[in-house]
T-cell receptor
């Protein structure tokens, strides 16, 4: 249980275009989802917390107009990288919080490798 | 604020060797502690967790004990396999049920196991 599906797994786009990444909870309702960015050989950097039906909360230094987050339903959150540039190339991972028998837990998507050329 | 410190990697071991990856933390309140594993090109998978002091999390031969007195949650495995090669992340969350708004991660430790 508590599975999150993230798509696409890889995407290559041209500089200046926008890319949308989807994160779906398959067998539970995710009121809270998180978006992370991971640089090569580095830890995960939390970009924003996405709450269903409300605006996302962005971490300091993350441009909200650059990284648009929409969490319109209890099973879907999307991250759109707008006007992408090569420096946006990275590995993006979504995560959802769920309530299990042992309390709250966090489940992760398989990640999206974004390459901007 | 909350923070997690992990030992620097990479760690290279021979198969069947003993593994320890150190993790210490700083947190307000009573955190829940986690170890996640990331295989190449994939997202994170929960390896084990502990929600209160002296709890021991275990899974797939890995163990970690929540030590409040030393604020540590070291990961151990008695005999590693090549298939254990991955990056391991220590993390914490705060809140009455570990359901704080976000996880705080350590920097990750890459483990490479050789034959």
């Amino acid at each position: 249980g508590a599975v999150v599906s993230q798509h696409p797994s890889r995407v290559i786009c041209k500089s200046g275009t926008s890319v949308k990444i989807e994160c779906r909870s398959l067998d539970f309702q995710a009121t809270t989802m998180f978006w992370y960015r991971q640089f090569p050989k580095k830890s995960l950097m939390l970009m924003a917390t996405s709450n269903e039906g409300s605006k996302a909360t962005y971490e300091q230094g993350v441009e909200k107009d650059k990284f648009l987050i929409n969490h319109a339903s209890l099973t879907l959150s999307t991250l759109t990288v707008t006007s992408a540039h090569p420096e946006d190339s990275s590995f993006y991972i979504c995560s959802a919080r769920f309530l299990g028998t042992g309390g709250y837990g966090y489940t992760f998507g398989s990640g999206t490798r974004l390459t901007v050329v | 604020g909350n923070s997690v410190t992990q030992m620097e990697g990479p760690v290279t071991l021979s198969e069947e060797a003993f593994l320890t990856i150190n993790c210490t933390y700083t947190a307000t309140g009573y955190p829940s502690l986690f170890w996640y594993v990331q295989y190449p090109g994939e997202g994170l998978q929960l390896l084990l967790k502990a929600t209160k002091a002296d709890d021991k999390g275990s899974n797939k031969g890995f163990e970690a004990t929540y030590r409040k007195e030393t604020t540590s949650f070291h990961l151990e495995k008695g005999s590693v396999q090549v298939s254990d090669s991955a990056v391991y992340f220590c993390a914490l969350s705060t809140g009455p049920t570990g359901g704080g708004n976000k996880l705080t991660f350590g920097t990750g430790t890459q483990l490479k196991v050789e034959l």
